[in-house]
């Protein structure tokens, strides 16, 4: 066990160093000069040279990739150029916005796709289940800002009950939460669906409906514990995604999140705040999904977490081991 977290923290610092690197050097590389996009149109020359000297832009990207490093070090990512204040400071103000969406969201979803990736999966082959998949593709077909300014359009303006925008309340939290939810309830309920099918027609719950198994227990005990693992890891995938900000929703919303605060850094060309925004939210995704691989002894005795599985662990366990060690 011990071993296997200090390899995952390892790959987790690995993964969050190259990411960080190559957004630095991407964002270098790309065109459009920050200077510019603080300065405005009408700067000079010389007022052009001043805040590139000022924000530490007129040296080399080698230089300044070292000087970042060197603020990494004590915690110091850089100072926005709109906000003109501590980037990671900037970041962690917007920070629990996103993460209060992206539970709710995340919450909504578990509560509602996981029974009705189940009842599907009991109602394989009929009209009811035709016409949940007929539903669930729907909603997945939409894009989440036209799904969201339906919501707005129906709750916000025709029938008034609903905030439109902002967090001044927490009913400012419903039609965000909504839009972001319906995505993945579509997603995560067609994928329990599968999952339970393929464990309800499994050997050993043929034997157990024989042998008297009432059919509530068949599902949540013995279905739905060989889907556990499959259906946490969907969950976490999910929300890990949710935590790199919600772009389209929070803008539609004025949702004041990490995601709309990305829109305003990368209109103005905010390097500090593109990349502490980057560097806040890839470790919250390595978190998360360390997290779910170490829950995975919990939902199924059978896994263990090391290097190498034993022989007399079952295939399944083998494989969510040999995914959860990548």
Known sequence: ????????????????????????????LAPGDPAYAYAGPTATNEDLARIREQFGLDGSILSQFGTFL??????????????QAPALDVVMERLPYT?????AAIIV???????????????????????????TIAAQSMPEFWSGIM??????????????????????LVLPTLTVALLQVALISRMVGREMSGAMSAPHITVARGRGVSERALTWRYGMANSAIPVLTALGTRFAAMLNGVVVVEVVFAWPGVGSLVV???????????????????????????????????????????????ARS?????????????
């Open 99 to 103: 993460i209060t969406l992206a539970l």
């Open 151 to 172: 919501l707005l359009t129906v709750f916000a303006v025709l029938v008034p009950i609903l905030p439109a925008s902002g967090f001044a309340t927490w009913g400012g």
């Open 70 to 83: 060197k603020g990494l070090v004590h915690g110091d990512l850089g100072t926005s150029f709109s906000f």
């Open 264 to 310: 305003r850094a990368l209109e103005t060309r905010d390097y500090p705040l593109i990349q502490a925004t980057v560097l806040v939210t890839a470790t919250l995704t390595v978190l998360v999904q360390l997290l779910v691989d170490l829950a995975y002894p919990l939902l199924d005795p059978r896994v263990r977490l090391t290097d190498r599985t034993s």
């Open 1 to 28: 066990m011990l071993r296997y977290l200090a390899k995952r923290i390892g790959q987790s610092v690995l993964t969050l160093a190259l990411t960080i690197t190559a957004v630095f050097v991407l964002l270098r």
């Open 109 to 135: 979803t578990a509560v509602v796709a996981v029974p009705l990736g189940v009842w599907m999966a009991r109602h394989v082959g009929t009209a009811r289940e035709f016409g949940a998949n007929l539903t």
């Open 314 to 326: 079952a295939p399944s366990a083998l494989r969510v081991q040999e995914g959860a060690t990548v």
